[in-house]
């Protein structure tokens, strides 16, 4: 999910993400009572994902629908668990499912496009004498199908959560996308990322924030740095700190057009 599908802002955004790339053409809008939904809420995804991942590996059939509890939401996602994390595990479970998108990602033409909310629907489970028995929610098609297909899914870091910053979540998204099996990295310069994130800061910010991630060398497996070309904006390169690990190495490349995995 390195394209802008989420607010990176902590504070509630309502104004529509527009991005379009080539092919590539994203839309998303909030309602007014919920407002966007965040990075953060989407580590409620990652959760997701990793449930119709692991019953597929073990032989079962997975489904859109899964239920939990928000105890074992929280935990696996990095929370707390108490009675304020619960309240903000169903705010951002309100923030996925209001929030809509329309992208033209994985659709045999850049007319056609599918639009859909993070979470189709959720409800909270109770039994006859209405003690609690969990969560229950329903994935929509589009991810559902993306994480099925194992080239648009990636293994995260656990130190991903631990990430504070909506910019810096976002990079480590974008960074792992295409660095992890390249030895000498990748780059984008500083006006594509700008776009690509989707953020609301101006340029001249959104680079300070940039730079200051580099100094903190904050995205856990890469090392990150800035070229300054002589003609053209600056540059964020990026490679895997382990190399060993990640297989055969190639030559770092530069952005020139978007890819179309999650």
Same mark, same amino acid.
């Given at each position: 999910?390195?394209?802008?599908? #989420?607010?990176?802002?902590?504070?509630?955004?309502?104004?529509?993400?527009?991005?379009?790339?080539?092919?590539?053409?994203?839309?998303?809008?909030?309602?007014?009572?919920?407002?966007?939904?965040?990075?953060?809420?989407?580590?409620?995804?990652?959760?997701?994902?990793?449930?119709?991942?692991?019953?597929?590996?073990?032989?079962?059939? %997975? /489904?859109?629908?899964?239920?939990?509890? *928000?105890?074992?939401?929280?935990?696996?996602?990095?929370?707390?668990?108490?009675?304020?994390?619960?309240?903000?595990?169903?705010?951002?479970?309100?923030?996925?499912?209001?929030?809509?998108?329309?992208?033209?990602?994985?659709? *045999?033409?850049?007319?056609?496009?599918?639009? #859909? /909310?993070?979470?189709?629907?959720?409800?909270?489970?109770?039994?006859?004498?209405?003690? %609690?028995?969990?969560?229950?929610?329903?994935?929509?098609?589009?991810?559902?199908?993306?994480?099925?297909?194992?080239?648009?899914?990636?293994?995260?870091?656990?130190?991903?959560?631990?990430?504070?910053?909506?910019?810096?979540?976002?990079?480590?998204?974008?960074?792992?996308?295409?660095?992890?099996?390249?030895? #000498?990295?990748? /780059?984008?310069?500083?006006?594509?990322?700008?776009?690509?994130?989707?953020?609301?800061?101006?340029?001249?910010? #959104?680079?300070?924030?940039?730079?200051?991630?580099?100094?903190?060398?904050?995205?856990?497996?890469?090392?990150?740095?800035?070229?300054? *070309?002589?003609?053209? %904006?600056?540059?964020?390169?990026?490679?895997?700190?382990?190399?060993? /690990?990640?297989?055969? %190495?190639?030559?770092?490349?530069?952005?020139?057009? *978007?890819?179309?995995?999650?």
């Amino acid at each position: 999910m390195a394209y802008p599908f #989420f607010s990176l802002a902590k504070s509630k955004r309502l104004a529509p993400i527009d991005f379009k790339a080539g092919s590539i053409v994203i839309r998303v809008e909030a309602v007014p009572e919920h407002g966007m939904a965040t990075i953060w809420d989407a580590d409620v995804l990652i959760w997701a994902a990793s449930q119709i991942v692991e019953a597929r590996d073990a032989g079962l059939r %997975p /489904s859109r629908l899964m239920g939990a509890t *928000p105890y074992e939401i929280l935990n696996f996602i990095g929370r707390g668990v108490g009675s304020r994390d619960y309240d903000r595990l169903k705010a951002a479970l309100d923030r996925l499912q209001s929030t809509t998108i329309a992208t033209s990602i994985r659709q *045999p033409t850049e007319r056609r496009m599918h639009r #859909f /909310s993070w979470i189709n629907e959720w409800k909270e489970r109770a039994d006859h004498r209405g003690r %609690p028995l969990g969560l229950e929610l329903i994935v929509p098609d589009w991810f559902y199908a993306a994480v099925l297909d194992d080239a648009l899914v990636l293994t995260i870091d656990r130190a991903y959560f631990d990430l504070t910053g909506g910019l810096e979540r976002w990079l480590y998204r974008l960074v792992r996308k295409h660095g992890g099996r390249q030895e #000498f990295g990748w /780059s984008f310069d500083f006006i594509h990322l700008h776009a690509k994130s989707g953020s609301l800061s101006p340029l001249k910010h #959104f680079a300070y924030d940039l730079r200051d991630i580099v100094r903190r060398q904050a995205l856990p497996g890469y090392r990150l740095t800035i070229e300054q *070309p002589a003609h053209g %904006p600056d540059r964020l390169s990026f490679a895997p700190t382990g190399l060993p /690990s990640f297989g055969t %190495p190639r030559r770092r490349r530069a952005n020139t057009r *978007p890819g179309d995995k999650l």
